[in-house]
């Protein structure tokens, strides 16, 4: 998935918390409110705007990139410590590095491969299947096949050599 796609799917997508995303969809739209952020910090009142409209979809696309790993979306609680540290002044440089550390296993995990398999987030979503459909019938069939067990019909595997 590509950048520009991955802010158009994040928008979309921006309260779906129930199916998954895979690792460029989440860090191509982490890369993007990386940006907004930079551009809008200057204008206070802009930079809150931002994070408003921001804050669904970087939910979702996390609680989803979670989801692809199997895990729950509830996980991303581990992030709230960052918040407390954003709302206190004067809080030390040893408290605001205790507070961040519940949020390296979610690095972790977004980092990780997605499972190949579905799980209870439903389908992968960049597994690429080596199956074959048969253009008679519509039966998926093994990349393998020369004909189609169902109805019989030759199958001419372009991806063969």
């Known amino acids: 998935m590509s950048f520009l796609e991955s802010i158009k799917s994040c928008f979309i997508k921006y309260a779906d918390f129930k199916t998954r995303s895979s690792r460029s969809e989440f860090w191509w739209f982490a890369l993007f409110q990386v940006v907004v952020n930079l551009v809008t910090t200057p204008i206070f009142a802009l930079a809150v705007i931002s994070s408003i409209i921001l804050i669904l979809p970087s939910l979702a696309v996390g609680a989803r990139r979670l989801h692809d790993t199997n895990r729950s979306g509830w996980w991303q609680l581990l992030q709230l410590p960052i918040l407390y540290i954003f709302l206190q002044p004067g809080i030390s440089n040893l408290a605001s590095f205790a507070i961040i550390l519940p949020v390296i296993p979610l ?15 439903g389908n992968p979503t960049n597994y690429v299947s080596t199956k074959i459909i048969c253009p008679k019938c519509q039966i998926e069939l093994e990349s393998t096949s020369k004909f189609c067990g169902e109805c019989g019909s030759q199958i001419f595997n372009s991806n063969k050599e």
């Open 107 to 121: 690095i972790i995990w977004w980092i990780q491969k997605g499972t190949i398999t579905e799980n209870k987030y």
